[in-house]
């Protein structure tokens, strides 16, 4: 066996007897001193420990092929009805996804952006519209014509007045013609206007009759109305209830639409004539927007490929004045990616001076067309986008703590050969910035503050050693003169 006297052969720290050691005042001094010069080296380590230590550099994109890019929108157009606002998304690859609904909302709005009605469902199958095969030519029924001297009076008459606001450079208008006019002309055998208040059909001429169709907020044509008496009685944010037909438009349709309407209105009965609607009817009668402006807010999935995303009006049985059209608008809210919650934000505050805060540019934005270059105007949005992830690297592994994309708008009004719109062109970056979070190892803390402590100590004895030889010499020197 190995004796213990081997042993405490290879000890480090021989032990001094007690009894030839001396305490010295100036010892004292530099053994406080000391200690507080490693109290206050502890502190600022372990400061530098718990601190963060961020950096910043620009990589090629790690998104993989397939991933999406979430398009988050709020934007309020003043003068687009809901009846008729479309969004589209496509891209380079040849998606072209049309009139989205899913995940859209629409709130009709007034002139100065406040809410005048519930969310608006559009109606599918428009482009599926039944016109019937009456033959224009042959037809010799004739149409009561309204106009803006005689509509409130016919408002006011008959129980229910149906009425068809139309162009007659429309295409669908003339296509709606000939069947209307039958239409109408049976109903007035039926229900003869004369002895029979319940109900009218008639047409008015927006070419001519250009301000009652504003008022009613006729964007477009062929547009149905339906008008019940009374309802100028109830008003909605100031505007008049009023229902649109969005059914088929051969005669025996519009015919059976009549008496779907009438069947709970019985003869000089006119209480039912202001909530009495049959439910048969509901699936193609639908209130109508009360006033002329919408707010489309909502999200789209979109390739991250370079794509453009289009608000617009659009309809597969309609036909739209572009001259009349405006399409002016009020970004309230535009992001790309994920949500970032404000509460993220605000646990995050440290990141913020490494944040470009530029992932809503354009919100609280206004692009108004105040009509310079007339009709046909389309105002542009050009967006470049890049990516920014957040990452930390904790016990080896990465971990991901906010991925948010920020993104430069360009904008621009001009004319355009179709339809305006309101167009967000969007192309993303192929680099990202990457901020890293690299925290230091407790490892590298402990050998710190090892350091400090060892450190502190020997140069503290090196000093106190110096400072004691120091005055022995000057006592030698002293006793030396005096001898």
């Excluded at 090196?462 to 002293?478: G, P």
Aim: negative net charge; aromatic residues 8%; proline residues 3%.
């Amino acid at each position: 066996m190995v004796s213990t006297t081997k042993i405490k052969a290879v000890d480090f720290y021989r032990k001094i007897p007690r009894d030839l050691t001396e305490a010295s005042l100036s010892g004292a001094g530099l053994s406080i001193v000391a200690a507080l010069a490693m109290l206050f080296l502890f502190g600022m380590e372990l400061s530098s420990y718990l601190a963060v230590n961020t950096s910043t550099s620009v990589i090629v994109d790690k998104s993989f092929d397939g991933d999406f890019l979430n398009i988050d929108f709020n934007i309020s157009f003043p003068a687009l009805s809901c009846e008729f606002a479309s969004v589209d998304v496509s891209d380079v690859l040849g998606t072209h996804r049309l009139n989205m609904t899913k995940t859209i909302r629409k709130v009709p709005i007034d002139p100065h952006l406040r809410t005048t009605g519930t969310e608006f469902h559009s109606t599918s199958g428009l482009h599926l519209i039944n016109h019937g095969d009456e033959d224009h030519e042959e037809n010799s029924y004739v149409d009561i014509p309204l106009t803006a001297a005689s509509f409130d009076k016919y408002t006011h008459h008959f129980q229910i007045l149906v009425v068809n606001f139309y162009a007659p450079w429309c295409y669908w208008s003339n296509r709606l013609k000939p069947s209307w006019e039958k239409a109408s002309e049976i109903t007035r055998q039926r229900y003869d206007p004369g002895t029979d208040d319940r109900v009218l059909l008639g047409s008015v001429d927006c070419t001519l009759e250009a301000t009652l169709c504003t008022s009613n907020h006729i964007q477009g044509y062929p547009s149905i109305r339906i008008f019940r008496k009374g309802t100028d009685l109830r008003e909605d944010h100031g505007h008049h209830e009023h229902e649109s037909y969005y059914g088929d438009r051969d005669t025996d349709s519009l015919v059976k639409m009549v008496e779907e309407l009438l069947k709970p209105i019985k003869k000089e009965d006119h209480k039912l004539a202001l909530d009495g609607k049959s439910d048969n009817a509901t699936s193609t009668i639908k209130k109508a927007p009360v006033s002329g402006g919408c707010r489309v807010e909502g999200y789209v999935r979109a390739k991250k490929v370079p794509g453009e995303l289009v608000i617009s009006a659009h309809s597969g049985a309609h036909s739209f004045d572009a001259s009349q059209m405006n399409m002016s608008h009020i970004v309230t809210h535009l992001t790309f990616g994920t949500m970032v919650s404000e509460r993220l934000w605000t646990d995050m505050k440290r990141l913020l001076p490494y944040l470009g805060q530029s992932h809503d540019r354009l919100n609280g934005k206004s692009f108004i067309n105040q009509r310079q270059l007339d009709a046909n105007v389309t105002i542009e949005h050009y967006l470049q986008i890049v990516k920014t992830e957040v990452v930390s690297r904790r016990s080896g592994q990465e971990h991901s703590l906010i991925e948010e994309y920020e993104y430069t708008a360009h904008s621009s009004v001009a004319r355009s050969y179709h339809y305006p719109e309101a167009k967000f062109h969007f192309e993303l970056v192929p680099m990202q910035v990457l901020i890293s979070e690299n925290p230091k190892s407790f490892s590298h803390f402990i050998t710190n503050v090892c350091a400090i402590i060892g450190g502190v100590f020997t140069v503290a004895g090196i000093l106190d050693s110096i400072f004691q030889n120091t005055v022995r010499m000057v006592k030698k020197i002293e006793l030396g003169k005096n001898i």
